[in-house]
């Protein structure tokens, strides 16, 4: 069974930092890209990062580019994802997400739990 | 970046059929999936590849997409359709995920 856990959230100040990590199980971690997704509190999903199986190619969101740095040690079935400058607006509920290519397109097959970021002074 | 907007709200009488619209400049020329996300839950895939289903998502979802509309449709509401649902993306051109803005569906 395909599991994903993410632990690391928490409540924080503006500008300050929160390392999030995601611990995979159940599959072959290092042949699947992987991804953080946040949801707001009441709000929709947002695409934070994309990091591909051999953290060859990285992406971000506009909105935490510069600010966030996502990770992974295949060795150690681990996902991160480094947040600093975090402001209100990151406030969210954060998804480990992993990355499958169906037919014809992309899409995000599992999800973790989540983790609680609270960004507040 | 890309845009994709979807209805805040549908409402639908169970055994009715509810649409839910995810509209995007040329989102034809696009892969659309679905998701579903229930209260307190992280979102689950119910239509991918524009118009197929995976294994355990009953046949009542379909969806298709063409000119700058995605539609997902449920046959037959139930109850347990209530739920919040997201179109999304790949923008080859941004290299970002996009995800609709969200529809919530409320069943009368």
């Known amino acids: 069974e395909v599991q994903l856990v993410e632990s690391g959230g928490g409540l924080v100040q503006p500008g300050e930092s929160l390392r999030l990590s995601c611990v995979a199980s159940?599959?072959?971690?290092?042949?699947?890209?992987m991804n953080w997704v946040r949801q707001a509190p009441g709000k929709g999903l947002e695409w934070v990062s994309y990091?591909?199986?051999?953290?060859?190619?990285?992406y971000y969101a506009d909105s935490v580019k510069g600010r966030f740095t996502i990770s992974r040690d295949n060795a150690k079935n681990s996902l991160w994802l480094q947040m600093s400058s975090l402001r209100a607006e990151d406030t969210a509920v954060y998804y480990c997400?992993?990355?499958?290519?169906?037919?014809?397109?992309?899409?995000?097959?599992?999800w973790g739990q989540g983790t609680l970021v609270t960004v507040s002074s | 970046s890309y845009v994709m907007t979807q209805p805040p709200s549908v409402s639908v009488a169970p055994g009715q059929t509810a649409r839910i619209t995810c509209e995007g400049d040329?989102?034809?020329?696009?892969?659309v999936h679905w998701y579903r996300q229930r209260p307190g839950q992280a979102p689950v895939v119910v239509v991918y590849?524009?118009?197929d289903r995976p294994s355990g998502i009953p046949e009542r979802f379909s969806g298709s997409n063409s000119g700058n509309t995605a539609t997902l449709t449920i046959s037959r509401v139930e109850a347990g359709d209530e739920a919040d649902y997201y179109c999304?993306?790949?923008?080859?051109?941004?290299?970002?995920?996009?995800f609709g803005t969200g529809t919530k569906v409320t069943v009368l």
């Open positions: 040329n989102l034809g020329n696009n892969i």
């Open positions: 990091i591909s199986s051999g953290a060859d190619t990285i």
């Open positions: 159940g599959f072959a971690f290092s042949t699947y890209n």
């Open positions: 590849d524009n118009s």
């Open positions: 997400a992993r990355d499958t290519q169906m037919r014809s397109g992309w899409l995000f097959d599992n």
């Open positions: 999304q993306v790949w923008d080859g051109s941004s290299h970002h995920y996009v």
